[in-house]
């Protein structure tokens, strides 16, 4: 019981500390949300209050048995280890920002008019752009169903290809992530759809264009047999209408509330959906065994003095192209395949492996250069939360930021920390990179030059 002790002190400190922290960034200084108060709320409920959940979970028998052999590796240094690394992990984040925020983005010379509004002309340029994305993901998606027999086929086959057991050749098989693009197809569609300043009229001709582009998604996210996914995408929508309606941090930190709180009741909704777990399982119990994988990567790396030295942040660019070129013809790994080795004994979709291991940010940076990369990948994770924030804060329509914003705070933010890969984020956040490129290109052809 000293392991379940340490664990829930250990977790409940991370958790007070961050508090803390957002107590005095966003009540007595800033009073509004940035992306680092999204990644480090999600900090504190997956690494403090979730590790200790899981800890606790697995000492009343509540996990698996695959699960429960690594996490009962725990002592009482190994969890005063996490706790510390989550700390250092916590202030390099902190720093990075701080960092780039202080070097400021001053442009000389000329600026833009960005505050733009729905007008007859960008409203056609977005609902063409829409139509587009969404003819390039039903395009792609009908290229790479093709193999299994066209859409029906790839759904009989979705639990095989998730686990890599399919033995079907698909030339095809790199647009499966295409068919992604109806997600920001129905983006935009639904914020023409909120937009308080487009007529009634063109706001009722792109409810075509989403219920359209959401069913296709629907479908591709069924295809998938991804919960987090289904999920998300589900969120973005309402978190998007929260942030676009309230602006009041006090009304904006209940409404977030909500999303949390449905957030749990669609897990097990769509546990229960894609029968993905075993039947008469508790909320309680599934909640410890979806937690579980990044406290068991990390066990499972601790100790391991071999590291990968930034491979997979110099490399990650390549994560964008095909598998076949990147992992069979240039021998590249990721950090998630390493460590799915280190728990098999063999990769995903060998010697009857149906599932890998998931690399979570602290593990993932702990993989890099022990202490070392903690401290560097901290530091470039705060960088990119801010860049990223100053490219959210840079689209000029309200409505559309607000869904963009969602779904980058849901997606790319918050999944980070227990997915935290360059592989996994640029995987899942393909269609997103594309989206955002497509549309600040057509931003640009609205700004406005204001010479100083």
Same mark, same amino acid.
């Given at each position: 019981?000293?392991?379940?002790f340490y664990a829930?002190?250990?977790?409940m400190? #991370? ?7 957002? %107590?005095?960034r966003?009540i007595?200084?800033k ?15 997956f ?17 698996n048995?695959?699960w429960?052999n690594?996490i009962e590796?725990y ?5 005063? @280890? ?8 916590l202030?390099?984040?902190i ?7 202080k070097?400021?983005?001053?442009a000389s010379g ?8 729905l007008?007859?002309?960008?409203y056609?340029?977005?609902? @063409?752009?829409?139509w ?5 993901a039903l ?10 027999g066209?859409? &029906? ?19 095809f ?6 068919g992604a693009?109806s997600f920001? =197809? &129905? ?9 308080k300043?487009?007529e009634?009229k063109?706001?009722?001709?792109a409810?075509a264009?989403f ?7 629907? %479908?591709?996210?069924y295809s !998938? ?5 289904f ?7 309402? *978190?998007?209408?929260?942030l676009?309606?309230?602006? =009041?941090? @006090?009304?904006?930190?209940k409404?977030?509330a909500?999303?949390? @709180?449905?957030? *749990? ?7 229960r959906?894609?029968d993905r777990?075993p039947i ?11 937690l579980?994988f990044?406290?068991a ?7 391991n003095?071999?590291?990968? !030295? %930034?491979?997979?942040?110099l490399?990650?660019p390549?994560?964008?192209?095909? =598998?076949?070129? !990147? ?16 728990? !098999?004994?063999?990769?995903?979709g060998?010697?009857?492996?149906t599932?890998s291991?998931p690399v979570d940010?602290?593990?993932? =940076?702990?993989?890099?250069a022990? #202490?070392?990369?903690v401290v560097?990948?901290?530091?470039l994770?705060?960088?990119s939360?801010l860049? *990223? ?6 689209i000029?329509i309200? &409505? ?17 920390v227990?997915?935290g ?5 640029l995987?899942?956040?393909?269609y #997103?990179?594309?989206?955002l490129?497509?549309? %600040? ?6 700004k406005e030059k204001?010479?100083?």
């Open positions: 019981m000293s392991e379940v829930v002190c250990y977790g400190m #991370l958790t007070v500390i961050i508090a803390a922290i957002e %107590f005095f966003i007595l200084n009073k509004k949300f940035d992306n680092l108060d999204y990644f480090l709320v999600a900090l504190a409920l690494n403090g209050l979730g590790y200790a959940f899981v800890v606790w979970g697995t000492k009343k028998g509540l996990n048995a695959i429960t690594r590796r002592d009482a240094t190994s969890i005063s @280890i996490y706790f510390l690394l989550n700390i250092v992990l202030i390099a984040v720093s990075g920002w701080t960092i780039v925020g070097i400021g983005k001053k000329i600026k833009y008019d960005y505050n733009l509004n007008n007859e002309k960008l056609f340029t977005l609902t @063409i752009t829409a587009l994305l969404f003819v390039l395009g792609s998606y009908v290229l790479y169903a093709r193999a299994y066209g859409f &029906s086929g790839l759904l009989y086959y979705s639990k095989a290809i998730r686990s890599s057991l399919i033995t079907i050749n698909n030339p098989s790199f647009l499966q992530r295409f693009f920001f =197809s &129905s983006f935009l569609f639904f914020s023409m759809l909120i937009d300043n487009l009634m063109k706001r009722r001709n409810i264009g219920i359209t582009s959401f069913c296709f998604s629907v %479908f591709v996210l !998938w047999e991804g919960r987090v996914a999920i998300a995408y589900i969120l973005t929508f309402l *978190l998007g209408i929260i676009y309606k309230n602006k =009041s941090i @006090i009304k904006l930190a409404k977030m909500i999303v949390f @709180i449905l957030g *749990l009741i669609l897990i097990v909704t769509f546990d959906l894609l777990s008469g399982i508790s909320a309680a119990s599934l909640f410890v065994i979806e579980s990044p406290s990567a990390f066990i499972t790396r601790l100790g003095d071999s590291y990968r !030295w %930034f491979k997979d942040i490399i990650a390549l994560y964008l192209l095909p =598998s076949r070129i !990147w992992r069979y013809k240039l021998g590249f790994d990721t950090a998630s395949m390493l460590i799915t080795y280190d728990f !098999w004994g063999a990769y995903k060998e010697a009857g492996i599932g291991i940010l602290l593990t993932f =940076s702990y993989m890099q022990h #202490l070392a990369g560097i990948v901290g530091l994770t705060g960088a939360l860049t *990223l924030q100053r490219l959210q804060d840079s000029p309200e &409505s559309v930021r607000a869904i963009i914003s969602s779904n980058i705070i849901l997606n790319v933010i918050i999944l980070t227990p997915y890969e360059p592989y996994h984020i995987t899942r956040c393909f #997103l990179i594309g989206g490129i497509v549309l %600040f290109i057509i931003f640009s052809g609205f204001i010479k100083e």
